[in-house]
């Protein structure tokens, strides 16, 4: 949603089109990704013996997310990126509290859980995103 909204407002330093799709197809693709890495949480969650629900999954993707989508509305500024950096990290150890307190994942278990869960998650959005520009959507 939030990265969707920061497109317009981007400083564009390259010459190559953009298309009138793209903030359309950032916002579609950011829910998508919190769609994907809620269920590599809950497909993941099986791996380590806790049974995670669709629900928790997906509660803990979208909670954990959210830094990010706020720090997004800075990106129209250079200079901005490092807080985005920092909101990645903050996300990061959201996933991880996350994971031990909505998913009973155990505390030795966590980081690695998260690990695999967000690399799941890229490998999805990555694949996604490759019929997305197959497509010639983006």
């Known amino acids: 949603c939030v990265p969707a909204l920061a497109t317009p407002a981007m400083v564009r330093s390259s010459d190559l089109p953009l298309s009138e799709n793209a903030a359309l197809v950032t ?3 950011s829910l998508v990704s919190v769609l994907a890495l809620g269920a590599a949480f809950r497909l993941v969650g099986r791996m380590f013996g806790a049974t995670v629900s ?5 509660a803990v993707a979208a909670y954990g997310t959210t830094p990010i989508w706020i720090a997004s509305l800075l990106l129209f ?3 901005l990126v490092m807080v985005t950096i920092i909101s990645a990290l903050h996300t990061l150890y ?3 509290v996350g994971a031990r307190l909505a998913l009973g994942i155990r505390d030795d278990d ?6 695999l ?7 999805a ?4 995103g490759g019929a997305v520009a197959s497509l010639g959507l983006l």
Request: hydrophobic share 70%.
């Open 27 to 29: 916002y579609f693709a």
């Open 54 to 58: 669709w629900g928790a999954g997906l």
């Open 77 to 79: 500024s250079p200079i």
């Open 94 to 96: 959201l996933y991880y």
């Open 110 to 115: 966590a980081a690695i859980f998260v690990m």
């Open 117 to 123: 869960c967000v690399v799941a998650a890229l490998v």
């Open 125 to 128: 959005s990555t694949l996604a």
